[in-house]
C-alpha cells in the first residue's frame, strides 16, 4: 500500500467530511480533492464508511490519549481539571470544525457515530479513569475541599466551555469579536480562563 496516497485520501476525506459531513459527502469528491482515480479509493479503503471511521478514530485518539494522559496523572485535581481542558481546547485548535461536525453526526448519524466512539482501542481505559477522577471529586467533597457538586456536572463544564468557541465561531465572529486576530486571541487564552472559571466555582 502507497502511504502517500493513503495520506491524500485521509486528509481529503478529513476535510470533506468536516465540511460536509458524512452524507453530504461522497467517494467520488474525496478522490477528486485527493487527485486520485475513484477505483484506487476504492481497492485501500472500499467503502466510504471506512474512510470515515478511519479520520474519526484519528481525532477520538488525539483526544482520548490527551484525557487519559490527564485523567491518570499525579497532579492535583485543579491541575487535572486544567490537563483536561486543555485537552479539549488544543484538539479544537488543531481540528476547528470537528466539534460542529460531531455535534451533527451525532444528531443525524448517531449508530454511525456511537459505534465507532465505542469501538476506539482507549474508550474502556477512557471510562475506568473517568471513574476513577469521579472518585477523586466525591473524595474532595467529602473531605470539604471542595464544593457538594454532581461531578458529571463538572465533566460537562469542561467539555461544553472548551468546546463552544469552536462550534459556535461564525457566530462569535460577527457578533463578539471584529475580527479574527481578536478571535484567536481569546482561544489561546481559553484554558487559563476555563480553568480559573471551575476551580474558582467549585473550591471551598
Given at each position: 500500500m502507497n502511504k502517500e496516497v493513503e495520506q491524500k485520501l485521509i486528509d481529503a476525506a478529513r476535510e470533506l467530511f468536516y465540511e460536509k459531513g458524512f452524507s453530504g459527502t461522497t467517494v467520488r469528491d474525496i478522490a477528486g480533492k485527493a487527485g486520485v482515480n475513484l477505483a484506487l479509493l476504492h481497492y485501500y479503503f472500499r467503502t466510504k464508511d471506512k474512510i470515515f471511521e478511519i479520520v474519526f478514530q484519528e481525532a477520538l485518539s488525539l483526544l482520548f490519549g490527551k484525557l487519559n494522559k490527564a485523567l491518570i496523572s499525579d497532579k492535583s485535581l485543579f491541575e487535572k481539571i486544567e490537563m483536561m481542558v486543555e485537552g479539549y481546547v488544543s484538539m479544537g485548535m488543531k481540528y476547528p470544525q470537528l466539534p460542529s461536525f460531531v455535534?451533527?453526526?451525532?444528531?443525524?448519524?448517531?449508530?454511525?457515530?456511537?459505534?465507532?466512539?465505542?469501538?476506539?482501542?482507549d474508550k474502556s481505559?477512557?471510562?475506568?479513569?473517568?471513574?476513577?477522577?469521579?472518585?477523586?471529586?466525591?473524595?474532595?467533597?467529602?473531605?470539604?475541599?471542595?464544593?457538594?457538586?454532581?461531578?458529571?456536572?463538572?465533566?460537562?463544564?469542561?467539555?461544553?466551555?472548551s468546546l463552544y468557541p469552536f462550534i459556535a465561531r461564525n457566530c462569535l465572529l460577527h457578533s463578539i469579536y471584529s475580527d479574527k486576530?481578536?478571535?484567536?486571541?481569546?482561544?489561546?487564552?481559553?484554558?487559563?480562563?476555563?480553568?480559573?472559571?471551575i476551580v474558582n466555582n467549585i473550591k471551598l
Amino acid at each position: 500500500m502507497n502511504k502517500e496516497v493513503e495520506q491524500k485520501l485521509i486528509d481529503a476525506a478529513r476535510e470533506l467530511f468536516y465540511e460536509k459531513g458524512f452524507s453530504g459527502t461522497t467517494v467520488r469528491d474525496i478522490a477528486g480533492k485527493a487527485g486520485v482515480n475513484l477505483a484506487l479509493l476504492h481497492y485501500y479503503f472500499r467503502t466510504k464508511d471506512k474512510i470515515f471511521e478511519i479520520v474519526f478514530q484519528e481525532a477520538l485518539s488525539l483526544l482520548f490519549g490527551k484525557l487519559n494522559k490527564a485523567l491518570i496523572s499525579d497532579k492535583s485535581l485543579f491541575e487535572k481539571i486544567e490537563m483536561m481542558v486543555e485537552g479539549y481546547v488544543s484538539m479544537g485548535m488543531k481540528y476547528p470544525q470537528l466539534p460542529s461536525f460531531v455535534m451533527h453526526e451525532l444528531s443525524v448519524n448517531t449508530d454511525l457515530m456511537l459505534s465507532i466512539i465505542n469501538s476506539h482501542k482507549d474508550k474502556s481505559t477512557l471510562n475506568s479513569n473517568f471513574e476513577l477522577f469521579y472518585l477523586e471529586l466525591e473524595t474532595a467533597i467529602a473531605n470539604g475541599l471542595i464544593k457538594k457538586i454532581n461531578p458529571s456536572d463538572i465533566c460537562t463544564d469542561i467539555q461544553s466551555l472548551s468546546l463552544y468557541p469552536f462550534i459556535a465561531r461564525n457566530c462569535l465572529l460577527h457578533s463578539i469579536y471584529s475580527d479574527k486576530r481578536s478571535y484567536n486571541r481569546m482561544l489561546k487564552e481559553r484554558v487559563k480562563h476555563i480553568t480559573e472559571t471551575i476551580v474558582n466555582n467549585i473550591k471551598l
